[in-house]
């Protein structure tokens, strides 16, 4: 079993449309949590933290369930902007970040 | 302007060459990776250093060596280079192992 594991999409959805994605983890003791974004051909960029209580950067939503040891990302109000691949990263056994293997998402105009 | 320089920016390689990638930051991080994407499969951690002086191995360390002789540098060095070893390389540093990463802009290597 994949440390982190995403689901590849893609996801195509249409400007303005609400847009979520899941990453599901399996070292129980993983502390530190992060979603980024890579554009095409370019280095990963971090996006969010994720913290316990869930927290918001604009358009942007990150919640952590550590009982059944999964991360979300919510994207209010998608924009053509946010075409991209996005990383879930877990701390993981090795005191490295563990990246999940990215889900695409294609905003349509 | 702060951050994290790779060079070089892409390489065509022989195989059987030997090979340094470099990675140096001025973020004063303590902690530095090599990583290396290949489609589908993510970013897969070669090797990593928590603190200048030292270094451990990641998910695919093997054909790849690494040493941290001060907190700047974390050089990556392919000792004889396989077409496997094809990939685009990513380094990143960050302030503590628990921190989140900055990474460069990668080093694209082809090896033929």
């Known amino acids: 079993r994949k440390e982190v594991e995403q689901d590849p999409g893609p996801f195509n959805v249409p400007e303005g449309a609400t847009v979520a994605f899941n990453c599901t983890y399996s070292?129980?003791?993983?502390?530190?949590f992060f979603w980024y974004r890579q554009d095409c051909r370019k280095e990963p960029k971090l996006l969010m933290s994720?913290?316990?209580s869930g927290n918001e950067d604009g358009r942007f939503t990150a919640q952590l369930n550590r009982a059944s040891q999964y991360i979300s990302l919510l994207i209010r109000d998608s924009k053509l902007s946010d075409s991209a691949t996005y990383l879930c990263?877990?701390?993981?056994?090795?005191?490295?970040?563990?990246f999940g293997s990215g889900t695409r998402l294609q905003v349509q105009p | 302007i702060a951050g994290i320089t790779q060079a070089p920016t892409s390489q065509i390689l022989a195989a059987g060459r030997r090979m340094t990638l470099r990675c140096t930051q001025d973020m004063r991080h303590n902690a530095m990776y090599w990583y290396r994407q290949d489609l589908g499969l993510g970013l897969r951690l070669i090797h990593y250093s928590n603190t200048a002086g030292t270094t451990g191995k990641g998910e695919v360390p093997d054909g790849y060596s690494v040493s941290r002789a001060n907190t700047d540098d974390f050089p990556l060095t392919l000792a004889s280079a396989v077409p496997s070893q094809t990939s685009v390389y990513f380094c990143a540093s960050s302030y503590t192992s628990d921190t989140e990463a900055f990474f460069g802009q990668g080093t694209r290597l082809t090896v033929v």
């Open positions: 070292n129980s003791a993983s502390q530190s």
């Open positions: 990263v877990v701390l993981g056994g090795r005191r490295a970040l563990t």
């Open positions: 994720v913290y316990s």
